[in-house]
Every structure is written in structure tokens, then in C-alpha cells.
Nanobody, 119 residues
Framework: QVQLVESGGGLVQAGGSLRLSCSAS????????MGWFRQAPGKEREFVGR????????YYSDSVKGRFTISRDNAKNTVYLQMNSLKPEDTAVYYC????????????WGQGTQVTVSS
């Protein structure tokens, strides 16, 4: 059974940084993407970025490109979201998720971690 556990959220001032972690278990093979999403109060869930398990094929939304970086440590089965130059509009619950390459949607989700950026 696939389990994803996010950690690292918290309160930070605008311009600051945070690093989120997503620890994965139960994944089989290596043909999948790990994605990060976020959902702010009253808004729809938004795609942030994703990385292939081989470390290539990273992709970011325009709203975070140049500020956020996704990386992974396969030995630890962990994916990271490094967030720099944070803005109040980055405030949201952040989720990691898994999509197998042959699937059209993300099938497994973590419970989310809150990120709050104060102005």
C-alpha cells in the first residue's frame, strides 16, 4: 500500500524559505512522477511541480518557477520541495502525490502540510 507523508510546513515571513519533505513507502518500480500541489482556503487545488523518480523531467508551474526546486533522495524514498523567496500568496496546504507514468492522474496523496507566509 502506497503511503506518502509530508513534513516541514510552518510559519515563515515573506522572503523566507522552507523545505518540505515527502516520505514515500509502498511504491513499486520506478516509472512514476512525484508531484507537489497546494490548496489555499477557498481556492482550487493547484499544481506546483513534479519530478521523475530518476531525478530528471522536473516541471514547475509559472507561479513558482525560479523560486521553488524539487529534488529527491532515492536512498531515503523522499522527495523535497525547497521554497525560497516565499510570498504571502504561497500560503496553502501543500500535498505530495504520485502518478505512475502510464496513468493520467495522480493516484496517491499525502495528508498535506500547512505553509503560512506572513507579510
Amino acid at each position: 500500500q502506497v503511503q506518502l507523508v509530508e513534513s516541514g510546513g510552518g510559519l515563515v515571513q515573506a522572503g523566507g524559505s522552507l523545505r518540505l519533505s515527502c516520505s514515500a513507502s509502498g511504491l513499486t518500480g520506478s516509472s512514476y512522477f512525484m508531484g507537489w500541489f497546494r490548496q489555499a482556503p477557498g481556492k482550487e487545488r493547484e499544481f506546483v511541480g513534479r519530478i521523475g523518480w530518476n531525478g530528471v523531467n522536473t516541471y514547475y508551474s509559472d507561479s513558482v518557477k525560479g523560486r521553488f526546486t524539487i529534488s529527491r533522495d532515492n536512498a531515503k524514498n523522499t522527495v523535497y520541495l525547497q521554497m525560497n523567496s516565499l510570498k504571502p500568496e504561497d500560503t496553502a496546504v501543500y500535498y505530495c502525490a504520485v502518478r505512475y507514468v502510464l496513468s493520467s492522474q495522480y493516484n496517491y496523496w499525502g495528508q498535506g502540510t500547512q505553509v503560512t507566509v506572513s507579510s
